[in-house]
């Protein structure tokens, strides 16, 4: 499974089962500072969703020994989740207040692990909070104008 593979079954995830309206893929702000998602959800009610994708478990150890991961007010995205194939990380793995979806060789993705709605619910409980995504509005024309189309009850898919 590649890198591609995980984050087009992302994309697609949160559009569906996470509620977003807007999902971009390996968003970048112009400035490449900070840390960068590799897919990002937006929807109404400050739905944020963020989504890490990772092919192997080595990527996903050096990754987590980054600061961002040390101190999560870093990152962006109130709902914060890991894109991984199938049994590639264990849920005991995953970090406080993340999720885990698999996603199989089919390239359909499952969430193994919400702790935003572990009774499967019809709300999810508040996550992180996400002021660098409404910073990171402000400093990108495409996501901000993308956003205020949304404001007028416009749904816009991004592939």
């Known amino acids: 499974m590649t890198y591609e593979d995980l984050v087009a ?15 971009f893929k390996e968003f970048a702000d112009g400035e490449e500072t900070g840390p960068r998602p590799d897919v990002i959800g937006i929807g109404s009610f400050g739905r944020s969703i963020l989504l890490k994708a990772y092919v192997s478990r080595a990527d996903f150890e050096k990754d987590v020994q980054n600061k961002a991961w040390q101190t999560p007010g870093q990152e962006m995205g109130r709902y914060r989740f890991l894109c991984v194939p199938a049994n590639e990380i264990q849920e005991t793995e995953v970090p406080a207040n993340w999720g885990l979806i698999y996603v199989n060789e089919a390239k359909q993705a499952t969430c193994v692990l919400n702790p935003y709605n572990p009774n499967n619910g019809d709300f999810w409980r508040n996550g992180f909070e996400d002021h660098l995504l409404y910073d990171l509005l402000t400093q990108n024309d495409q996501l901000y104008a993308s956003c205020r189309r949304l404001r007028y009850k416009a749904v816009i898919h991004f592939q």
Not at 9 to 23: D, N, P, Y
């Open 9 to 23: 079954s992302a994309c697609k995830w949160i559009l569906t089962e996470g509620s977003c309206a807007a999902a």
